[in-house]
């Protein structure tokens, strides 16, 4: 009987210990420590474009959001864009939106990007780092997929092919 | 269940080496001495030895296992101290091409064996994790053992017992108002007596017994800390560069706080300006050389109304701070932290349009390097027009002019400037101490006039949740060392036997304090002073000191 | 005040000398024990006052600095001995054991004469040190460490006088290394002083870890010089280097260390062709008539005092401190790490010696290793392995 209780006792601290050492582990390796992870809903910003217009990422609830980080220094971000560009022109029309951010350079310099590849999205620049902090960026380019829930559905890291671009719009078609 | 029945009447958990209440020893043992470590108690681990469960158990509640963990993490921790750690690397060098640069073939197996983050990995945590286990599962099996012994013991102990003591005398003297006055003096001394049948229980201390216990708890305390630093959301910890004059969000924050920038002071020490002492010093370093003062005059706001990033916000006001090292601005358990600047990053640049002839000045512009202005009318039909601008200027693998990244470094510009007879406009490209005319010489060219700079300030933002589990932790730890090393558990016997007055004592430490204070005790009483058998048993051995027993 | 500050310590460090030698008195006093003899009595007079003269020292340069006397390794490591004398007069008046002054005050004055080998002038403090964690956190880390010296010297007899020295043996040649390891103290101070009354001075060019060209200045002829480094014009005829060191080691630091053992070599095969034996042998007489309880007990008592001491000072304030000074409690640099691996290692002795009765010869080896990990994290560490706490070592 106390034998028993014993058992019992030593079973479940044991246990407790294995799960306390089991989750730091496992917390500490295996998952990210951010709040900005996929299946989150997306923070929302109001940014403005080149053209005056603002664009607040709530608005856009019922669409798809391919929300791209940039800068124009950045030469992978410089080669994806055209075939952003490119697709967008497809996937416009089956609701999926595509909203370049870039990471507060001067307006000139965006003109000039913007321009050069003409793009046909709107591109808003984040002056003051506010949605580059509310994003967690790191590494550029980065890209958010927001479903039309305004939930995370991927974030990609790195450059894309237009194969991917267009995979991944298929994506959060809504 | 077996229990073994004292003649005493006291039932005893198996395993016990000795009578919980009386003393007398219930397995025979050789030795001169009792083995008082435990109190004779029955550890729990080395009773029961059956299941799976119980080996783990006893494996983990082993003191030489518990050591060996202990050891084996402090030739892990030396081992990472060989070679600097990842995170002390210089930035911007591969770590794999680092450590085979600097120390060879040495450098390239650290680095391959994982040892370049070495108390981030996962073996090292495990360790870590072990001790922590350990450290439970050792405590529970003592202590409840303990407590049972230290409060079952009686006071009339069996002769065995006081005989076995490390100290024991036995002096023949009869005289009853004997042991009132040592009970006297024992009281002055502030042990807590038990009588029973003329037998005395003298003892003091007690509490140092719990000290390893307690000090286990604020260990234990201290490592859960440390386990919910990876409890997302417990921890901040952020870099926020922000130059003279600029407000921003602080980072980590979710757009709560801003941060605004007044000034950034480095100051050095000066020979002359200074103490007269700092003099050699100074001297030995060179004027200017050490480090006086980093300091951020910051004033912190707060966002009025709902956070949506990248509106312009409202701010209210909260406080104005001097940010210095040593001296944090804490609000809302965030802490803003002084750690790095950037003197003179350029700000803005100024250029006089001239005649390349005559040097005639027709204006001067001036550019924000942050957010450049398109087009500069200087009056007079003259007027100058921003065709690009690079603010980190460098030529790319296709020979193109482009920017490494968005600070201004080393700014290039594309200007056209126009003039009344150059209707057309010029083009130049023009950087520092660099001028290029693409299309040929140009008439009119942008002379370099001025610059306008401010220093930048690197403040880390943290906000640390576990902090005051730690501190708890580490407070409780101290209590917890303190009482078990500061005091000691001191017990004294004295037992009325055939005309025998008989006395032994034992503590868990400071022998010497306890022999001192029982000859201040019996002193005058008649009572023999009793001798320190340990000693006499080594004596015995042939005076080889190789351990005791 | 600068120059009575120096005095003082000066006058302190002549006293702790002459006290050894009136403790060295009492060996020859058959009856050593609890009695206190006339000679004892003297000694820690002379103790005494000279703990109080360096005191002053430590008062007037800390009235002359602005700031506590703490923060290079000059005054760390001269404090560090001041709390070791205080330790042994404390400890002196619980046990009241004389031949712990002739082991404990020799190894205090070997660590004021070798922090007198470190740039002695005044320092102004640099931000990351202006703090009143600064006097917190060092003295209660160094005081803690001087208490645990005190276990080391009554390990070292315990030793002396237990090891067997009529036939060789791991025992005698580890003990042998430990003695080794003291006199070789006495050789950096020794060829310290030589060059710098001989005013050597040999300047290098150098490469430093970031690639930028710095000067190095040797006081001792470079037999391992730094990273890519070539002697300047007047310095033309000083020896050259023979090995060059990457640019993460302190090249110059390691020369130091390297002409250390060289003179700790001389020395103690001087010593051995005078004596004829052992070192430990040739002292083994002067112990024979010590108290082997009591000498454990105040080896272990030394442990139970400092370790708290130690934990307080070394970890918890220093933690407090890097909480506030670095942004994190906790970074991992050496220095930090060193003081985990003192403490884990004294927490585990604390184990072996409560839990697994390591107690008499096994605990005074536990207590001779533990000495040599503090004196590791204060010298090795501070000079050979770069840190935040690197300044400390300037």
Redesign the interface.
Known sequence: MMKKQRLVMRTVVLLLLLAAVGYTIYANFFTEKTEIKVGATAPDFELTDLNGNTHRLSDYRGKGVFLNFWGTWCKPCEREMPFINEQYKAYKKQGVEVLAVNVGEPKLSVQKFVDRFGLTFPVVIDREDQVMNAYEIDPLPTTFLIDKNGKIQAIITGTMTEEKVKQYMESIKP | MEQVKCECGHVNPYGTAFCEACGKPLEEVEKPLLDMRYEGSARRSQTYNKTVIDKIWNFFSSVKVGVWLIVITLIASAIGTIFPQKMYLPPNVTPAQYYEDEYGWAGKLYYELGFDNLYGSWWYMLLIALIGVSLVICSLDRVIPLYRALNNQGVTRHDAFLRRQRLFSATKIEDARLLEAIKERLAKRRYHIREENGNILAEKGRFSRWGPYVNHIGLIIFLIGAMLRFVPGMYVDKVLWIREGETKEIPGTNGEYFLKNEKFTFETYQKGKENAVFNAAIDRVGSGMVAKTYETKAVLYKRVGPVIAGEEPKLKKIKEYKIRVNEPLKYDHYALYQVDFKLNELKSMSFALIDKQTSKSFGMITVDLLQPKESYDLGNGYRVELLSYFPDFYFDDDGNPNTKSRVPNNPAFVFKMYAPDKPKGEVSFVAIRQTIEPFGNNKYKMAFAGIDTRNVSALTVRRDFTLWVLGIGGAVFMIGLIQGMYWNHRRIWLKQTNGEVWLAAHTNKNWFGLKREIQAVIDGTGITMPIDQAEIAKKAQGGDEHGTA | ??QLSSTLLYIAFVLYLIGTFFFGGTIRDKKEGRKTTRWATIGIVITIVGFISQLGYFITRWM???HAPVSNLFEFTTFFGMMLVAAFIIIYF??KTAILGVFTLPVALLVIAYASMF?R????L???L??D?LKIHVTTAAAGEAILAVSFAAGLIYLIR?VDQSKPSKRTFWLEFVLFCLITTLGFVGVSSAFAIADYEAKFQWID??GKKTEAIYELPALVGPHKGTLEKESKDRLQPLVEM???INAKKLNTVIWSLFGGAVLYVLLRLVLRKRVAAAIQPFVKNVN???T??IS??AV??G??VF??GAL?FA?IWA???W???W????KE??A??TW??Y??FL??R?????????SAWLAVIGFAIIMFNLVA?NLV???LHSYAG?
């Open positions: 005040m600068v002359a600095a602005g619980i046990y740039p002038e005044i320092t102004p640099i931000p990351a202006q703090s964690w237990v870890k970031n990457p640019a993460v082997l309880d009591l454990d007990e272990y008592r139970a005092i370790f708290p934990t307080l918890i933690m909480q506030i000074a942004t994190r409690f970074g991992w640099d050496p790490v060193w985990l691996i884990l290692f927490a585990a184990h072996l409560l839990s697994r009765g390591w107690h008499g010869e096994k560490v392995i770069a840190g300037s």
